[in-house]
């Protein structure tokens, strides 16, 4: 009885440690590299609030489509702030997801609450930066009657989950000097994406500046202002936007 009792004190331990060891890892993450605030402010161009999730209105239009954004691992969701006001401009709302420890795979299923929150949204898109893209398509494929559309930013789905037969619409973007995301799985996930799928590469453009937080550890050196990948990133998926249904 001692013996068990101490074999389990040393597993308890062992877990703590490894709880502590864990949470060092993941707790700092990468932030914003703009004034928040002041963007918030200064922008004519849409409303932004923060409560418990980021909600992204544009300015003097109702809108009738929703994207969901999950941001990448460890990066704060202000971060993708920049990005988002520019889908939102065109006349969309776009909702994004704090997560637990700043990682979607804590919360793959938030878009559950954003879709309850926003019911005059009929029609509703998701997607994400990385990890955040990877949980965005698990959500996606176990929800093809809420989701329309897919998108993902230097990100793909896990191999077992196959959308040939699913009726979604789906667009990956990466940047051609991404060193961070695994970009042969990127391009091979047309082997488990619709046959209309659409792949876009940006040249010049690389993985952190899907975001607005900095340069990235072990990231390749972009080759295009952040500026410039967010508008062309956000022009496609404005595209995308309209021929979803």
């Known amino acids: ?14 877990l703590v440690i490894f709880i502590i060891i864990f949470l060092v890892w993941a707790v700092p993450a990468y932030k914003p590299n703009f004034d928040v605030k002041g963007f ?7 409303e932004i609030k923060i409560d418990r999730n980021i909600v992204i209105n544009p300015m003097n239009k109702k809108a009738e489509k929703g994207v969901i954004f999950y941001p ?16 939102a401009q065109e006349g ?15 919360n793959k299923n938030k878009a559950d609450e954003v879709i309850k929150e926003n019911s005059d949204i009929n029609v509703w898109i998701i997607g994400g930066h990385s990890l955040g893209g990877v949980m965005a398509a698990d959500y996606a494929y176990n929800h093809s009657g809420k989701i329309k559309g897919l998108f993902l ?33 990127v391009k091979s996930a047309k082997n488990i994406l619709p046959d209309d799928a659409l ?18 550890k072990g990231d390749g050196e972009a080759k295009i202002s952040e500026e410039e990948q967010q508008k062309i990133t956000a022009e496609y998926i404005i595209r995308f936007l309209e021929i979803i249904e």
């Open 72 to 87: 990448g691992g460890k990066v704060e969701p202000s971060a993708y702030i920049k990005i988002a006001s520019n889908i």
């Open 153 to 185: 930013l230097a990100s793909y789905p896990q191999e077992k989950l196959n959308f040939k037969q699913k009726n979604t619409k789906v667009i990956s973007i990466w940047g051609s000097e991404d060193k961070v995301a695994d970009l042969d799985k």
């Open 40 to 46: 918030i402010k200064s922008n004519e161009k849409v």
């Open 199 to 216: 792949f876009v590469e940006i040249k010049g453009g690389n993985h952190g500046q899907f975001g607005s937080y900095g340069e990235q």
């Open 92 to 106: 969309y709302r776009v909702v994004i997801t704090p997560m637990p420890l700043n990682l979607a795979i804590f």
């Open 1 to 14: 009885m001692k013996k068990n009792k101490k074999i389990a004190g040393i597993l308890a331990s062992l």
